[in-house]
């Protein structure tokens, strides 16, 4: 199994729809998770961090799922702007804080007028 | 505020030639550097770490290497690049002690013909 999974979509979308990512990963023991955004041929871009109690960013939700080991990320009222690839990141849990994080391959998003 | 400059943006090379890639970090001191790479339908990769100067860590072998000559300044390179080597390479930046936050520069787009 890999360390970080995502359903590599693309999901197509019309404006203003909500719509849902869900990412798996493996290690239990892992205890950072995060979203990047990433648009096409641009550099990632940390969109939010995702805590235990879940976390809200305007029409950004993410939350967590210890016991299934997974996150989400769902955006509500979608605009054009936000298409784009979104990155599962999940932090390895070993000493340090260098060099051990996972990045899923992403899920695109397409919203369409 | 902290600005990452990468370049070139992109990079057409034949095999067996050498590669350098150089990432500056500007407005933070002892910065954690790190370069990934991205190939197409993959995830990112990370390749090298550095903590500080002269301090490289390797994250999977392969035909690059990195180095740190100054704080803020860090170099990918190749003696022979291969078709493999192909992809979008990444620098990024993140404060000591905080892995998990990435601010990466713009990337390089690197086509080994």
């Known amino acids: 199994r890999k360390e970080v999974e995502q359903d590599p979509g693309p999901f197509n979308v019309p404006e203003g729809a909500t719509v849902a990512f869900n990412c798996t990963y493996s290690?239990?023991?892992?205890?950072?998770f995060f979203w990047y955004r990433q648009d096409c041929r641009k550099e990632p871009k940390l969109l939010m961090s995702v805590y235990s109690s879940g976390n809200e960013d305007g029409r950004f939700t993410a939350q967590l799922n210890r016991a299934s080991q997974y996150i989400s990320l769902l955006i509500r009222d979608s605009k054009l702007s936000d298409s784009a690839t979104y990155l599962c990141?999940?932090?390895?849990?070993?000493?340090?804080?260098?060099?051990?994080?996972?990045f899923g391959k992403g899920t695109k998003l397409s919203v369409k007028p | 505020s902290q600005t990452i400059h990468q370049w070139p943006a992109t990079l057409v090379q034949p095999v067996g030639s050498p590669l350098s890639l150089e990432c500056t970090v500007e407005g933070t001191s002892n910065p954690n550097l790190y370069w990934y790479r991205q190939a197409a339908g993959r995830g990112l990769q990370l390749l090298f770490y550095?903590?500080?100067?002269?301090?490289i860590s390797s994250e999977v072998p392969q035909n690059l290497s990195a180095s740190r000559p100054q704080d803020r300044q860090f170099i990918l390179s190749s003696k022979k690049l291969l078709l493999s080597d192909s992809g979008f390479y990444l620098c990024a930046w993140s404060f000591r002690g905080a892995g998990e936050k990435l601010f990466f520069g713009s990337g390089t787009q690197l086509s080994v013909l």
């Open positions: 550095s903590v500080g100067i002269g301090q």
């Open positions: 290690n239990s023991a892992s205890q950072s």
């Open positions: 990141v999940v932090k390895r849990d070993y000493g340090g804080s260098q060099g051990n994080l996972i």
